[in-house]
């Protein structure tokens, strides 16, 4: 059986390791059936992987045990819930035994956890791009009010340009006006000025 990735996992207990001594293989399941039936799902899981150490036992026993054992740590809330090991138990399962009784539950429960592990992962993606999303829309809406702000102050420069601009014209029309009559009594002087210089000195 490639059930490697099914042996107990270290630092279980002395007492729960001890249960194959104390109880003998098929009370083990026994133990882990209670504890499961009960919900007690890590002293199920912690019994169970006992059982499949033992690499002892009757065929339909370590079926039921490692079906129980894809559950367990399929079971959301759990303290041992597992999604990535719930999928390989059930896959040693259904590949090691594929006309077992409990491959069309394991079959549909593995597909599930995949489903599951793949729209997480889809979910955690575009929770990361939301994050992108709205950091980018942040520094957006800082430049759009400070070029608005740019704007404000252009608008105020602008008008007060508009406003000064009449002024101005009329300020120009009026030199152009005086420009104008000064212009005529220079060559007015200039005029009298010529017609005295040709008279001789008295």
């Not at 894809?70 to 035994?97: F, H, K, M, N, Q």
């Not at 005529?184 to 008279?199: G, W, Y």
Request: net charge negative.
């Amino acid at each position: 059986m490639a059930l490697d990735h099914c042996r107990p996992r270290r630092g279980r207990g002395l007492l729960l390791a001890g249960l194959v001594c104390w109880f003998g293989c098929q009370s083990t399941t026994r133990v882990g059936d209670r504890y499961y039936e009960a919900g007690r799902l890590p002293e199920a899981e912690a019994a169970y992987q006992v059982y499949l150490d033992s690499a002892s036992g009757d065929q339909e026993q370590t079926l039921q045990t490692l079906y129980r054992l894809g559950v367990i740590y399929a079971t959301p809330g759990s303290p041992v819930y597992d999604p990535g090991r719930s999928v390989e138990v059930l896959e040693a399962l259904l590949a090691d035994y594929p006309a077992n009784p409990w491959a069309p539950e394991a079959l549909l429960l593995r597909n599930l956890q995949v489903q599951i592990g793949d729209l997480g992962a889809e979910l955690t993606g575009d929770r990361v791009r939301l994050a992108e999303l709205e950091v980018d829309l942040a520094e957006r809406e800082q430049e759009l009010a400070a070029l608005e702000a740019e704007v404000g102050e252009r608008d105020e420069q602008i008008e007060a340009l508009q406003e000064s601009i009449p002024p101005l014209r009329i300020e120009i029309r009026n030199l152009i006006r005086d420009l104008a009559t000064k212009q005529e009594e220079l060559e007015q002087l200039e005029r009298l000025k010529a017609i005295d210089l040709d008279q001789p000195p008295p």
